[in-house]
């Protein structure tokens, strides 16, 4: 497997033939189930690690990922042929290291600590071990 840069961390799919990936080095990369290669690629956050991603359980062109930015961000995932394309449509300020996200149809829930997931690298004392939940607008 080739990918853009930095090792894939955290994959998520959101459709039957596409999937999305996460890098240590903050890029998403869209990868088509019959492609080596992502068939397109955003930065999240140049130059921090994408440390979680979700999808709501059915197949969706919705998908949520997490750094440790203060950042949690909504993004459209276009796989129509010819427009491949991961669409940046919200952030939501969350202080701290987010590790973990789930979405459903109505909540957006994530779990926030001082320090990421796989190891200490960066520590902020100020966070603690917190699970937020959004409530999705309507």
């Known amino acids: 497997v080739v990918w853009v ?3 894939p961390e955290t994959p998520s799919a959101p459709g039957h033939y596409a ?3 996460g890098s240590d080095s903050g890029a998403l990369a869209l990868w088509h189930a019959g492609k080596k290669r992502p068939v397109r690629s955003e930065h999240h956050c140049p130059g921090r690690p994408i440390l979680s991603l979700a999808t709501p359980s059915h197949p969706s062109d919705t998908i949520v990922s997490g750094s440790d930015d203060g950042w949690v ?3 459209r995932v276009h796989t129509e042929p010819g427009n491949h394309a991961l669409e940046p449509i919200n952030a939501l300020p969350v202080p701290g290291s987010i590790n973990a996200l789930a979405i459903n149809e109505d909540l957006l829930v994530v779990a926030v600590s001082g320090e990421p997931r ?3 690298w960066t520590v902020c004392s100020d966070i603690k071990p917190t699970v937020l939940v959004f409530r999705r607008q309507s």
């Open 19 to 21: 999937f999305v990936s």
């Open 73 to 75: 961000r909504v993004w």
């Open 5 to 7: 840069s930095g090792e």
């Open 118 to 120: 796989n190891g200490r």
